[in-house]
Nanobody, 120 residues
């Protein structure tokens, strides 16, 4: 199976920065797309950024120019650099991985989530 471990969440002031990391582990799997989603109280989970195995990235309009997603294919990790943070960025951030396991189809795996709070 595939397990995801997230880290890097915390409390930061508006305009500050934070870096989130997610590590995927398991056996007999190959990762295709990795990304970050977030969910604020009372709102549905939304896409923040994704990156394919080839390096193509996709960002939500609300974070373009402020957040940067990157991955290390050798280590099966994905990171999200959050700069110029705003209170509206406050949410639980979830790591998401699309992976193919041996003798299985493509499945989506989610991390447990890490809290990001932007407040003065």
């Amino acid at each position: 199976q595939v397990q995801l471990v997230e880290s890097g969440g915390g409390l930061v002031q508006p305009g500050g920065s934070l870096r989130l990391s997610c590590a995927a582990s398991g056996s007999n799997f190959r990762i295709y797309t990795m990304g970050w989603y977030r969910q604020a109280p009372g709102k549905q989970r939304e896409l923040v950024a994704t990156v394919t195995s080839g390096g193509s990235t996709n960002y939500a309009d609300s974070v373009k120019g402020r957040f940067t997603i990157s991955r290390d294919n050798a280590k099966n990790t994905v990171s999200l650099q959050l700069n110029s943070l705003k209170p509206e960025d406050t949410a639980v951030y979830y790591c998401k991985v699309d992976a193919h396991r041996l003798l299985s189809g493509l499945n989506t795996y989610w991390g447990q989530g890490t809290q990001v709070t932007v407040s003065s």
